[in-house]
C-alpha cells in the first residue's frame, strides 16, 4: 500500500509539475518583430553601401597622399641637381625607386576591386603599412641629402 501512495503521489507531483510548467503558446513565447527593408533591384544593401563608400573615402585620401608624394619626387628632383656628381648619382637611385614604389601603390590602389570586407580590411592595413613605409623612406632621402 505504501509503494501504491508513493507511486500515485509521484505520479500526481510530475503530472502536475508538467501541467503548471505548460502555458499558453502565447505566454511561454516573445514576439519578436521582424523588420524588413525593401531593397530596390540593382541597389546595394545598406551595409554594402558603407563598404563602397568607405572604400571611396580611403581611395581619396590615399590618392591625395600619392599626389603628395609626387609633389615631393619633383622637388626633390630639382634639390637633387645641385648636389655633387657622386652624390647626385646615388640620390637620383634612391629617388627612381621611391618613384617606382609611389607608381605601384598608386596601381594597387587604381586596380583593387569590390571584395568581402574582410579582405577590404586586410588590404587597407597592408597598404598603409606600405604607405607610411614610403612616407618614412621620403624622409630618410631628404635627411641624407643634408648630410
Known amino acids: 500500500m505504501k509503494q501504491t501512495i508513493l507511486t500515485l503521489s509521484t505520479a500526481a507531483l510530475i503530472t502536475g509539475s508538467l501541467f503548471s510548467s505548460c502555458g499558453t503558446p502565447t505566454e511561454k513565447t516573445t514576439t519578436i ?5 525593401t531593397i530596390e533591384p540593382g541597389q546595394p544593401d545598406p551595409a554594402q553601401q558603407q563598404y563602397i ?5 580611403y581611395r581619396k585620401a ?20 645641385t648636389e655633387k656628381a657622386d652624390a647626385k ?7 627612381a625607386e621611391l618613384e617606382e614604389k609611389n607608381n605601384e601603390l ?19 592595413s ?3 603599412h606600405d604607405m607610411d613605409g614610403l612616407g618614412k623612406s621620403f624622409k630618410d632621402i631628404t635627411v641624407d641629402n643634408v648630410k
Open 126 to 128: 597592408e597598404f598603409g
Open 62 to 81: 590615399n590618392a591625395e597622399r600619392i599626389a603628395a608624394n609626387e609633389k615631393s619626387l619633383a622637388e626633390l628632383k630639382v634639390k637633387i641637381e
Open 89 to 95: 648619382a646615388e640620390s637620383k637611385k634612391k629617388l
Open 106 to 124: 598608386k596601381k594597387k590602389l587604381d586596380e583593387y576591386k569590390y571584395d568581402t570586407k574582410e579582405n577590404w580590411e586586410s588590404f587597407k
Open 33 to 37: 518583430e521582424k523588420t524588413t527593408t
Open 53 to 57: 563608400a568607405d572604400m571611396e573615402s
